[in-house]
């Protein structure tokens, strides 16, 4: 996944992104 996605979407990681 792309760390472009400033949504509720959660990272690969698993973290937010806020």
């Known amino acids: 996944?792309?760390?472009d996605v400033?949504?509720?979407l959660p990272?690969?990681?698993g973290k937010?992104?806020?």
């Open 16 to 18: 937010l992104a806020a």
């Open 1 to 3: 996944m792309q760390e």
């Open 11 to 13: 990272g690969a990681n």
């Open 6 to 8: 400033e949504n509720t």
